[in-house]
């Protein structure tokens, strides 16, 4: 267990670049670490804030007032089979789209069209992370935790993680629960998973639910992410972004809905409304900020970009502006999909 430094920005440590001064920052390399420092502060009562890739919050301009946890663990276990696949057991500060690379290399499917989000392993069951028809859910096996409220190491099989569009157990029971462990279980074979989503079918040449390989796959989810500012790159502020800033509305068919926005039909009925184009036919198109210090990207109009001197408050002011604009044209009010810590 590192100290890194007391009193440092946090904003250094996020991919958003906003965040005030952290008390104390502390990097842990192995499980007794990590358990070592929540459970130090658990007894202290000193609030705690645990950063995987910090590619997911939005940390407000005062900072923090307690103990950031790095969690920087990493490796994984695997148990392979012709008949089951991969059972591959990833420590959570694996960084998530290397580990995506890995099973390509492996020749592991079922995450390929997950390339190029950021972050680290431990964090994509909270939010259920998904894009380009696959969502993480799909093919976890079971999350290893630590139960803060009970004190005790806790695991969750797939049925118990409560995993819907983006969310689950463990991002509902608000840092209950401290991931130590992802269990995926993967296909084995050079092919990919069906594709699911219609512009990456397109892309590839092959029919909705037809099948590429995985290489190809992640090389063509790279690139329509390149495209939308989604890959992380320190010279172009499209990048320093969460990624998507708002959840696509899921509604009754039943509710009065834009007539042109683009929807998905959900297993239990309701409807996926496009967060984008509600976004964009409110008025407020790729680039607009209502200062230059926060600006949407002018790649993709659900991300809210850093140009280079934003504060969490420009952040916010952006985000609430675009939410009162899409609710008062299309009486929608749009979901944030980051974490926010602080005071806002």
């Known amino acids: 267990m590192t100290v890194i430094s007391e009193h440092e920005m946090l904003a250094d440590h996020t991919t958003l670049r906003v965040g005030g001064v952290a008390d104390r920052i502390v990097l842990a390399t192995t499980e007794e670490e990590i358990l070592k420092t929540v459970k130090e502060c658990d007894e202290n009562e000193t609030p705690l804030l645990i950063l995987g890739g910090g590619s997911n919050v939005v940390i407000c301009d005062e900072g923090f007032r307690g103990t950031v946890l790095l969690i920087r663990t990493s490796g994984y276990e695997?148990?392979?089979?012709?008949?089951?696949?991969?059972m591959v057991t990833v420590q959570a500060g694996h960084n998530w789209d290397e580990f995506v690379q890995e099973a390509i290399s492996n020749e592991w499917y079922g995450i390929e069209a997950l390339s190029g989000i950021p972050g680290t392993v431990g964090a994509t069951p909270i939010q259920n992370v998904g894009a380009y028809g696959q969502e993480v859910s799909q093919t976890i096996a079971h999350v290893r935790t630590y139960d803060r409220e009970k004190r005790e190491i806790r695991t969750f099989f797939f049925a118990d993680c409560q995993f819907d569009y983006r969310t689950s157990i463990f991002k509902t029971t608000a840092d209950r629960f401290v991931i130590l462990q992802v269990a995926f279980?993967?296909?084995?074979?050079?092919?990919?998973?069906?594709i699911e989503y219609a512009e990456l079918a397109k892309n590839l040449g092959v029919e909705l639910g037809k099948r590429s390989t995985s290489l190809l796959v992640r090389e063509e989810v790279l690139k329509l992410r390149n495209t939308k500012g989604m890959v992380l790159n320190p010279i172009d502020h499209d990048t320093w972004s969460v990624g998507s800033f708002f959840t696509n509305p899921i509604r009754s068919q039943k509710d009065s809905l834009p007539t042109d926005c683009p929807r998905w039909l959900q297993p239990d009925g309701r409807v996926k409304l496009s967060a984008a184009w509600l976004v964009e036919n409110s008025g407020n198109a790729k680039g607009f900020g209502i200062n230059q210090n926060a600006?949407?990207?002018n790649k993709h109009s659900l991300a809210i970009t850093n140009r280079g001197n934003a504060t969490a408050s420009d952040v916010l002011e952006l985000a609430n502006h675009i939410k009162e604009i899409v609710n008062s044209k299309f009486g929608i009010e749009l979901e944030l999909e980051p974490k926010l810590i602080g005071n806002f």
């Open 78 to 86: 695997v148990e392979s089979d012709a008949c089951s696949g991969a």
């Open 185 to 194: 279980q993967l296909r084995l074979g050079p092919h990919s998973a069906p």
């Open 295 to 297: 600006t949407l990207s």
